[in-house]
């Protein structure tokens, strides 16, 4: 089945303590992206991946790092998170950026205290 | 920002009745996208219409863009319970080679059985 995943799916953690989430899809994707969704706010894309070694900003970058060692995944990572990260995050593939449909996953919520 | 906004922010119908959303949105697109989410789980997408496209249609959705006044539109006909749900609509940026999709604030959308 044609699906990305992530983990964890909800994750509680204290400030200041690096945390990973992971995101993986199956389906050969080039494109990858990460977005956090906060009410009112709607989605805002943190970082995204042409391909392989290929990321770049999104709107929201401050305070995330991304990594594209293959083409399947590519995780989030927190180095020293803090409670304004406190989200609903999701990761998305697509063929391609742009005029491709975006596949999502189904979102790991991070509370940081 | 590029971000498109949905309008309006909630509605509320009778299962039968059409439901029409709005997105209006900022800056010269190559393409609009328009997915859905149900509570708290990842983003479905539902249909995409192209900057040279008018009008699109599939299954009981209808999407209009007037690329003159920066807006599209999303009717679903014949609303069912199932529908309930936000709705967003998502842009690319024509400028930007269509790197980074921008996502609106959404529509929450109730059909009441």
């Known amino acids: 089945e044609a699906q990305v995943t992530q983990n964890p799916r909800y994750l509680i953690t204290v400030t200041g303590k690096k945390l990973t989430v992971t995101c993986s899809q199956n389906m050969n994707h080039e494109y990858m992206s990460w977005y956090r969704q906060d009410p009112g706010l709607g989605l805002r894309q943190i970082y995204y991946s042409m391909n392989v070694e290929v990321t770049d900003k999104g709107d929201v970058p401050e305070g995330y790092k991304v990594s594209r060692k293959e083409k399947r995944n590519f995780p989030l990572i927190l180095e020293s998170p803090s409670p304004n990260q406190t989200s609903l995050y999701f990761c998305?593939?697509?063929?391609?950026?742009?005029?491709?449909?975006?596949?999502f996953g189904p979102g790991t919520r991070l509370t940081v205290t | 920002s590029q971000q498109g906004e949905e309008d309006p922010q909630a509605l509320s119908i009778q299962e039968g009745e059409n439901a029409t959303m709005n997105c209006s949105y900022k800056t010269s697109i190559n393409n609009l996208q328009w997915y859905r989410q149900n509570s708290g789980r990842g983003l479905v997408h539902l249909i995409l219409?192209?900057?040279?496209?008018r009008e699109k249609h599939s299954g009981r959705l209808r999407v209009t863009l007037d690329t003159s006044k920066k807006s599209s539109s999303l009717l679903i006909t014949a609303s069912r319970a199932a529908d309930t749900a936000s709705y967003f609509c998502a842009t690319d940026g024509k400028w930007t080679g269509a790197n980074n999709l921008f996502f609106g604030t959404g529509t929450r959308l109730t059909v009441i059985p």
């Open positions: 219409i192209r900057s040279n496209e």
């Open positions: 998305a593939s697509s063929l391609q950026a742009g005029v491709a449909e975006q596949y």
